[in-house]
């Protein structure tokens, strides 16, 4: 259902999927066939991925780590899964909980893709200046 969704929204813009060894295997496995429109990669380094993410129009992701990546950069992101673990991206930032449903991935996505998408804010103290915080609370315990 899933590669359904991602090879229909294909359709209305490339995607990048940079896969695991694992699910490359799967897709093989299983005969799954996402579409010219989806490029599939190797897995990517963290700054080759970031450069993807910066100017992306939509992330779909089950990751943790970029929900928080994609609220942070401000990049609407759709987390195809559940539940998760970062709640706060949900809450203030540009992420949507739309779990495995195709017909949910696909309502979200045009919604970004239309412009119509959410409207999330990078939440308090996401500034990159945390080291700056913690070395001036060590001084004043410290001190």
Same mark, same amino acid.
């Given at each position: 259902?899933?590669?359904?969704?991602?090879?229909? #929204?294909?359709?209305?813009?490339? %995607? #990048?999927?940079?896969?695991?060894?694992?699910?490359?295997?799967?897709?093989?496995?299983?005969?799954? $066939?996402?579409?010219?429109?989806?490029?599939?990669?190797?897995?990517?380094?963290?700054?080759?991925?970031?450069?993807?993410? *910066?100017?992306?129009?939509? #992330?779909?992701?089950?990751?943790?780590?970029?929900?928080?990546?994609?609220?942070? %950069?401000?990049?609407?992101?759709?987390?195809?899964?559940?539940?998760? +673990? @970062?709640?706060?991206?949900?809450?203030?930032?540009?992420?949507?909980?739309?779990?495995?449903?195709?017909?949910? #991935?696909?309502?979200?996505?045009? *919604?970004?893709?239309?412009?119509?998408? *959410?409207?999330?804010?990078?939440?308090?103290?996401? $500034?990159? @200046?945390?080291?700056?915080?913690?070395?001036? +609370?060590?001084?004043?315990? %410290?001190?």
């Amino acid at each position: 259902g899933i590669a359904g969704a991602l090879k229909e #929204i294909a359709s209305q813009l490339p %995607l #990048i999927f940079p896969v695991h060894p694992r699910t490359r295997g799967n897709l093989e496995r299983f005969g799954l $066939d996402l579409g010219p429109n989806v490029i599939l990669t190797r897995p990517l380094s963290y700054m080759e991925f970031l450069n993807l993410w *910066k100017d992306a129009a939509l #992330i779909m992701t089950d990751s943790g780590g970029l929900q928080e990546e994609t609220t942070a %950069l401000g990049v609407p992101c759709l987390t195809l899964r559940e539940n998760t +673990e @970062r709640p706060v991206t949900i809450d203030e930032g540009s992420n949507v909980l739309v779990g495995t449903s195709p017909a949910r #991935i696909l309502e979200e996505a045009g *919604k970004v893709l239309a412009g119509q998408g *959410k409207q999330g804010r990078r939440p308090a103290l996401w $500034d990159g @200046r945390a080291a700056e915080r913690t070395v001036a +609370e060590l001084d004043r315990l %410290l001190a």
